[in-house]
């Protein structure tokens, strides 16, 4: 069994994801398909190999988009929205300027000016619904696009018999022209959200670098594609860097951000025999790692894998709205046919028009087929940009029953920023560190850089890996510093200041030591 992703595009609602999945289930060879209208991807399950080429063919005879594995989604919905943007605002216009002719001045010019105007806010500004109706329609499906085209059309047909003579009342090229942008609004809005949904679930997939430092056979460094990093490589991972593969430390000491592995930001030391996860970034120090297995088989791959596969899982109750939506436009249809014969029966075929073209255009079913999946992506996003990854979402569902949680978590839930809880030194003291601090990117003195001042210094700075930065000035010098550096020096800590440490450790556990001289 062979496992195919695929990214789509200019799926419009969620009968366009059910289309393409009903349509590829019946490819010989294809035993599973999962299409994520929201997530704008695929997976399909595949019994015989080569079947790719057949799968891409029929979704684009569907009118969608396949894009190149190099493509990002993210910025073809980009390019998509622009374009959506230019035709809302084009349609509002439109619309406006059709609705004051049809308010103000009740003229023969004024039909023609309206009726010109609602050719272009019909055909042109809704063009994609007629197009997207057509080739549903040529596949024998139905789709949102079907009852918009059918109400557009029974308006504007209306509109023209009325224009032409054969009806002597109102005219409704303005109305038409209106509900078309008034669908783009909507549509605007909801692909605005699926984008922002996007960008965070992209904040995870960022952590796949595209190059890896190793070391060769003569102990020389050169670059390669981290995807092609495989076990036994020796990684060179200096400060600011992204371990590419799962490995174990050979050589060297420093501090690592782990938080997109397990959430935690503050840093952690690690040294020669730790073992380290792929993601990990280093915060200062260098370090030499021997790859323990290749780069695609690592556990932020494991990770990204589960993220994608938990997007596009269907909860129960989106199973359910797919079922419902599946037939809801031809039950539309079939009650708007009803509507138009007891209206044309009774007040004749006037009446007829204006109460089907009403049904077909109220009872498009936006809300029933993007609501529940819209709802489940905005969540995941949300969730994963406070850090937290959902692998099934269908305890999604669950949530709403949930009166108490406990975290059993080993450290702290912490949140990616650090801020300074209580310190004891004097005002002069506390503003020198946060000045010293100023001139440091570890997160600790991000944390206390916060309280510098513009003064700029003047003396000479160094580290000690992983255990002090060191600021020399005047034949002084300062050290922000760990407990392991004070223990190494041999420094005397004051009962005043233990008792301090004491105190607040519970409540804060990064202790930062200042020492002059």
Same mark, same amino acid.
């Given at each position: 069994?062979?496992?195919?992703?695929?990214?789509?595009?200019?799926?419009?609602?969620?009968?366009?994801?059910?289309?393409?999945?009903?349509?590829?289930?019946?490819?010989?060879?294809?035993?599973?398909?999962?299409?994520?209208?929201?997530?704008?991807? +695929?997976? #399909? =399950?595949? *019994?015989?190999?080569? !079947? $790719?080429?057949?799968?891409?063919? /029929?979704?684009?005879?569907?009118?969608?988009?396949?894009?190149?594995?190099?493509?990002?989604?993210?910025?073809?919905?980009?390019?998509?929205?622009?374009?959506?943007?230019?035709?809302?605002?084009?349609?509002?216009?439109?619309?406006?300027?059709?609705?004051?002719?049809?308010?103000?001045?009740?003229?023969?010019?004024?039909?023609?000016?309206?009726?010109?105007?609602?050719?272009?806010?019909?055909?042109?500004?809704?063009?994609?619904?007629?197009?997207?109706?057509?080739?549903?329609?040529?596949?024998?499906?139905?789709?949102?696009?079907?009852?918009?085209?059918?109400?557009?059309?029974?308006?504007?047909?209306?509109?023209?018999?009325?224009?032409?003579?054969?009806?002597?009342?109102?005219?409704?090229?303005?109305?038409?022209?209106?509900?078309?942008?008034?669908?783009?609004? +909507?549509? #605007? =809005?909801? *692909?605005?959200?699926? !984008? $922002?949904?996007?960008?965070?679930? /992209?904040?995870?997939?960022?952590?796949?670098?595209?190059?890896?430092?190793?070391?060769?056979?003569?102990?020389?460094?050169?670059?390669?594609?981290?995807?092609?990093?495989?076990?036994?490589?020796?990684?060179?991972?200096?400060?600011?860097?992204?371990?590419?593969?799962?490995?174990?430390?050979?050589?060297?000491?420093?501090?690592?951000?782990?938080?997109?592995?397990?959430?935690?930001?503050?840093?952690?030391?690690?040294?020669?025999?730790?073992?380290?996860?792929?993601?990990?970034?280093?915060?200062?120090?260098?370090?030499?790692?021997?790859?323990?297995?290749?780069?695609?088989?690592?556990?932020?791959?494991?990770?990204?894998?589960?993220?994608?596969?938990?997007?596009?899982?269907?909860?129960?109750?989106?199973?359910?709205?797919?079922?419902?939506?599946?037939?809801?436009?031809?039950?539309?249809?079939?009650?708007?046919?009803?509507?138009?014969?007891?209206?044309?029966? /009774?007040?004749?075929?006037?009446?007829?028009?204006?109460?089907?073209?009403?049904?077909?255009?109220?009872?498009?079913?936006?809300?029933?087929?993007?609501?529940?999946?819209?709802?489940?992506?905005?969540?995941?996003?949300?969730?994963?940009?406070?850090?937290?990854?959902?692998?099934?979402?269908?305890?999604?569902?669950?949530?709403?029953?949930?009166?108490?949680?406990?975290?059993?978590?080993?450290?702290?839930?912490?949140?990616?920023?650090?801020?300074?809880?209580?310190?004891?030194?004097?005002?002069?003291?506390?503003?020198?560190?946060?000045?010293?601090?100023?001139?440091?990117?570890?997160?600790?003195?991000?944390?206390?850089?916060?309280?510098?001042?513009?003064?700029?210094?003047?003396?000479?700075?160094?580290?000690?890996?992983?255990?002090?930065?060191?600021?020399?000035?005047?034949?002084?010098?300062?050290?922000?510093?760990?407990?392991?550096?004070?223990?190494?020096?041999?420094?005397?800590?004051?009962?005043?200041?233990?008792?301090?440490?004491?105190?607040?450790?519970?409540?804060?556990?990064?202790?930062?030591?200042?020492?002059?001289?």
């Amino acid at each position: 069994m062979q496992e195919l992703r695929l990214k789509i595009g200019k799926m419009s609602c969620v009968n366009c994801s059910n289309s393409i999945e009903k349509l590829c289930k019946k490819i010989d060879g294809v035993s599973e398909a999962s299409v994520s209208f929201v997530n704008s991807s +695929g997976v #399909f =399950l595949l *019994e015989k190999e080569n !079947l $790719k080429d057949k799968i891409i063919e /029929k979704i684009r005879s569907l009118g969608f988009e396949v894009l190149k594995d190099e493509e990002d989604i993210k910025d073809f919905k980009l390019k998509e929205l622009n374009k959506l943007k230019y035709t809302l605002v084009s349609s509002i216009f439109i619309s406006l300027v059709c609705m004051l002719f049809n308010m103000y001045l009740h003229s023969e010019l004024s039909s023609l000016i309206q009726l010109i105007l609602g050719v272009i806010g019909i055909f042109y500004c809704g063009k994609s619904f007629f197009i997207n109706a057509f080739k549903a329609l040529l596949h024998k499906s139905l789709d949102m696009n079907t009852l918009v085209s059918l109400g557009l059309l029974s308006a504007f047909s209306y509109s023209m018999l009325t224009f032409l003579g054969f009806f002597n009342t109102h005219l409704y090229f303005a109305e038409a022209s209106m509900i078309v942008s008034f669908v783009l609004l +909507g549509k #605007f =809005l909801e *692909e605005n959200a699926k !984008l $922002k949904a996007l960008s965070y679930q /992209k904040n995870l997939q960022s952590k796949d670098l595209k190059y890896a430092r190793i070391l060769d056979e003569k102990g020389e460094e050169k670059q390669i594609l981290s995807s092609l990093v495989k076990e036994g490589d020796i990684m060179l991972l200096k400060q600011g860097d992204t371990l590419s593969a799962d490995g174990v430390v050979i050589n060297g000491e420093g501090e690592l951000d782990t938080s997109a592995i397990n959430g935690e930001f503050v840093p952690v030391l690690k040294s020669t025999n730790d073992e380290l996860l792929a993601g990990c970034v280093l915060v200062s120090g260098m370090l030499k790692v021997r790859a323990s297995k290749k780069a695609m088989d690592s556990k932020i791959e494991l990770i990204k894998d589960l993220v994608f596969k938990a997007s596009e899982q269907k909860l129960p109750i989106s199973r359910i709205v797919d079922k419902i939506s599946a037939y809801f436009v031809a039950f539309i249809i079939f009650i708007s046919a009803c509507v138009f014969a007891f209206w044309f029966f /009774k007040s004749g075929l006037n009446e007829a028009f204006l109460h089907t073209s009403a049904v077909l255009l109220i009872s498009c079913p936006c809300a029933l087929g993007l609501a529940t999946p819209l709802a489940l992506v905005l969540a995941l996003s949300n969730a994963m940009k406070s850090f937290v990854l959902i692998k099934n979402p269908a305890s999604l569902e669950h949530f709403r029953k949930v009166k108490f949680a406990l975290f059993d978590k080993t450290g702290t839930l912490t949140k990616d920023s650090l801020e300074l809880f209580k310190h004891n030194l004097d005002e002069k003291d506390f503003l020198l560190a946060a000045n010293i601090e100023k001139l440091s990117s570890h997160p600790i003195g991000k944390a206390l850089a916060k309280y510098s001042t513009n003064k700029s210094l003047s003396g000479k700075v160094s580290t000690i890996n992983s255990r002090a930065m060191l600021y020399e000035e005047n034949n002084d010098t300062y050290a922000l510093c760990n407990k392991k550096f004070i223990e190494e020096q041999g420094f005397v800590i004051e009962k005043k200041d233990e008792d301090f440490v004491r105190q607040n450790s519970r409540f804060a556990p990064v202790l930062v030591y200042f020492v002059k001289n």
